[in-house]
């Protein structure tokens, strides 16, 4: 199992940015696809972007295509959501996750461990 803990999340104002950061520890990172999930309120969970085990391919919601990017680094046990020019409309908490790297990265009901979220608000 991998166990993955959120941080980076907080207030800030519309066109700015924020640099979240999924922490893991348990088996070794590399074995997992992750993905950033967020969900508002009065939502359904929404994927947002993942990225493959070794870093070299990512995927994006049309939503934050352009102005999120997603990395790792499996030697830290850390992956990273970059998210630049925000908007109201980013507004939730964002989660971590991660899977064995088979099947759709887009599909939230894939992954299988979570991380506890950190609440990201962006004010107009």
């Known amino acids: 199992q991998v166990q993955l803990v959120e941080s980076g ?3 800030v104002q519309a066109g700015g940015s924020l640099r979240l950061s999924c922490a893991a520890s348990g088996r070794p990172l590399r074995q997992y696809a992750v993905a ?3 969900q508002a309120p009065g ?3 929404e ?3 993942a990225v493959n085990w070794n870093g070299d391919t990512t995927y994006y919601a049309d939503s934050v295509k352009g102005r ?3 990395s790792r680094d499996n030697a830290k046990y850390m992956v990273y959501l970059q998210m630049n020019s925000l908007k109201p409309e980013d507004t ?3 989660y971590c996750a991660a899977k ?3 099947g759709s990265y887009t599909s939230v009901q894939g992954y299988q461990y979570w991380g506890q979220g950190t609440q990201v608000t962006v004010s107009s």
Do not use: P
């Open 92 to 94: 939730a908490v964002y």
């Open 43 to 45: 939502k359904e969970r």
């Open 47 to 49: 994927f947002v972007a």
């Open 68 to 70: 999120f990017t997603a």
């Open 100 to 102: 064995v790297s088979l």
């Open 36 to 38: 950033w999930v967020r």
């Open 9 to 11: 999340g907080g207030l």
